[in-house]
């Protein structure tokens, strides 16, 4: 396996506050967070970012955002409490993929909702300890699927033969609802899996300072290392992939040639604005970007991007 090429340019940073916004994830304990992302330059990926637009700070802890292509609608879920307390606060919202909001409160009746993904009109979103099924069309919970143990469930992810992976941040699991039933997928011996996404039949997984593929039970190829509190995973094409540090960063990676390069796109640490469940929509190149404690989405066009 070829090594990440890194350029190490500093050492840790101070954790975000959050914005000083009490409902900070879990992922504001030292412990759990596992360190601060390195910065990372490799001066030969000329990528960058800039800003399209953003919503008002009316969103209350969004913490992912999933796009449905066949809907052309981005769903964002909304925490709106304490990541961990079952207070029943949590939403999901809708809204345009040009910022608008549709409705602030789509649908209601969850606790600590975080990742997404859709199949055969149903969108699953994880939260805290049950995978929920929400139906599109009618925009109502159709069924609530508990996980034992479990008490961080965080992102969602469809396989090309229809099985609903998710991971468990705590439990450092990966579970898979199959038949509608719920079972173990993988402990894949990480820290703190978090992100998941599936590109051709390859799954991969953010987790605490990496990026990298998973499989059944065992671990694959390292594609990125150094990326702080590994959140959110989104392809851009067969080659490359962005992922988010929680922490306020995003990198670009790309795989090309048998080697893996890096690169920070985005940094608002300094801001105390978050980088939570990314999302990229390919047709419209155009990354989505959940600040959490800042309330808002904020979207972005990738420039230069290496095919």
């Known amino acids: 396996m070829k090594k990440l090429f890194l350029i190490l340019l500093g050492g840790a940073l101070g954790l975000a506050s959050c914005n000083g916004n009490s409902n900070s994830e879990e992922h504001n304990n030292d412990s759990r967070l596992g360190g601060n992302a390195t910065d990372t330059i490799d001066a030969e990926i000329a990528v960058s970012l800039e800003q399209v637009w953003a919503t008002e700070s009316v969103l209350e802890t969004p913490e992912s955002v999933f796009y449905h292509a066949s809907e052309d609608v981005l769903y964002v879920s909304n925490i709106a409490g304490d990541p961990k307390e079952k207070d029943g606060r949590g939403y999901i919202s809708k809204l345009s993929p040009d910022g608008e909001i549709i409705e602030k409160e789509w649908v209601s009746g969850m606790d600590s909702p975080k990742g997404m993904a859709v199949l055969n009109g149903k969108l699953y979103v994880t939260n805290i300890d049950e995978l929920v099924e929400i139906d599109i069309r009618s925009a109502k919970i159709s069924n609530r699927f508990k996980v034992e143990g479990a008490s961080f469930l965080n ?28 079972q173990l997928w993988s402990e894949p011996g990480v820290e703190r899996p978090n992100g998941l996404i599936v590109n051709n039949n390859r799954i991969l997984l953010a987790s605490k300072g990496k990026l990298q593929e998973v499989k059944k039970n065992q671990t694959g190829e390292v594609l990125a290392e150094g990326i702080g509190a590994g959140d959110g995973v989104a392809v851009v094409n067969d080659n490359s992939y962005l992922v988010s540090n929680w922490q306020g960063e995003v990198f670009y990676v790309l795989g090309q040639g048998g080697e ?48």
């Open 260 to 307: 893996n390069r890096m690169k920070k796109v985005l940094d608002t640490k300094d801001q105390n604005v978050n980088s939570a469940d990314i999302e990229y929509i390919r047709d419209r190149n155009l990354l989505l970007v959940p600040t959490f404690g800042d309330n808002r989405v904020v979207a972005y066009k990738l420039n230069g991007v290496v095919n």
């Open 155 to 182: 992102d969602v992810a469809v396989t090309a033969d229809n099985k609903v992976l998710f991971s468990d941040s705590d439990q450092g699991k990966i579970h898979v609802l199959e038949n509608g039933a719920v």
